[in-house]
């Protein structure tokens, strides 16, 4: 039998007590901590005296999450650090033993644990759009694209992904979903790129790129010069 997805495994319930002792114990760090929104994994805020200022992510990943993924996204945090030290994304904070990763003990098994650094602002999805705000989103991706070139990754190769934009046409079947006013305009994007894409696509130079820049992950400063600032305080990568 296959083993259940992130989505379909339960997501982890350390209590805020038992996580803020753990956290004591091995990243020295003590604060108040809130719970954060979080699809499949388990997320708290850590704040300081001071509030939001150098606060900190918790993040206790999901007893189904790949190893390899988790490699992954401390990689691209790793290297962002390096080619792009002020771009706005997280970083990580390594245990006081050094780890990347430390692993806390669950019902069901040991979780993978990471603590990043918080970035503050609000979230795209409440701030008013207007075309300054869509070309600061476009120049920080840019950026972000730039920063990320040269990298690469074993765990980064994800056949069969749908999110992965090498497997657009794997998306064809649900077509027929797609709301009926707006079924030919998608339609003829598959046909365009069954046609002129996909021959070419194996020929094609490939990269890393982070494909979840929705409005829940982008961090936006405010009020008065408001700009894209980060992505993105749940640290999907």
Known sequence: MNNPSVFQNPRPEFGAAEAASLLLRDYGLSGRLKPLVSERDQNFLVEGPAGAAGAYVLKISNLAEDPAFLDLQNAVLDHLAKTDPDLGVQRLLPTRAGEKIARWPGPSGAHALRVLTYLPGNLYSA??????????????????????????????????????????????????????????????????????????????RAAVLHQDANDNNIVVSGPGDVTVTGLDRKTHV
């Open 127 to 204: 701030t008013p759009a207007s075309p300054e705000l869509l070309a600061s989103l476009g120049g920080f991706m840019g950026r972000l694209s730039l920063a990320l070139r040269g990298f690469g990754h074993p765990a980064a190769h994800r056949a069969g992904f749908l999110w992965n934009l090498d497997e657009a046409m794997a998306l064809k079947p649900w077509l027929a979903d797609v709301e009926a006013s707006h079924r030919p305009m998608v339609a003829a994007i598959f046909a365009r790129y069954e046609e002129r894409v996909l021959p070419r696509l194996a020929t094609l």
